[in-house]
């Protein structure tokens, strides 16, 4: 970062790690045995694809993995134009599902679209309430998502979360980074 970057107050976005995706098993332990929240089994991959040419090519990337993985994925597209593609496994295999969101965020990267990745989720439930672990790829970190309804959301038990698993995850510390994703599959 130069001089005039830190001037202007530009900052170089973090590269996306996608190994950290291996250190959330560890994180649902201490999930199930501090807040009562088990794994659904319910995984998905977020990326939004520009217009034109580009959008093309990553659809039709996104669909020869969708031909390679003989049904294990699903695709979904949301009101704002995101495409989410959705891993259903049980819910004690989070190693599973975490080894596939792994090949499918690993296939578009190696594949030039890293940009258009947005996010990584993966559900969780205590019985009554969902939770989300979010991995956002432009920032290299994580945060806790609770849905509440159709758009609001439960804070304290995000901030809760927040603080169980700091020594699991790179968490991320900018609040205002923690995006509401409503109508997230698995949620």
């Not at 965020?105 to 030039?112: E, I, Q």
Request: net charge negative.
């Amino acid at each position: 970062m130069g001089l005039f970057d830190i001037l202007l107050g530009r900052s170089k976005a973090v590269p996306p790690n996608l190994d950290q995706l291996f250190s959330l098993p560890s994180a649902a332990i201490t999930l199930e045995t501090a807040a009562g929240y088990r794994p659904t089994g319910s995984g998905s991959v977020c990326f939004k694809a520009a217009e034109g040419g580009g959008f093309s090519t990553l659809r039709s990337e996104v669909d020869k993995l969708l031909a390679l993985d003989d049904g294990k994925f699903s695709s979904t597209t949301d009101s704002y134009g995101f495409t989410w593609l959705v891993r259903e496994t049980t819910p004690d295999n989070v190693e599973g599902l975490v080894t596939d969101l792994h090949g499918v965020n690993t296939s578009l990267v190696d594949a030039g679209f890293g940009p258009a990745l947005l996010c990584t989720l993966v559900a969780f439930t205590n019985g009554t309430s969902s939770l989300g672990l979010v991995y956002l790829y432009k920032r290299g970190s994580w945060y806790p998502f609770a849905p509440v309804g159709a758009d609001r959301r439960d804070n304290a038990t995000e901030l809760q979360i927040k603080s169980l698993l700091g020594s699991d995850l790179r968490l991320e510390q900018d609040l205002s980074r923690w995006f509401p994703i409503y109508g997230a599959p698995g949620l």
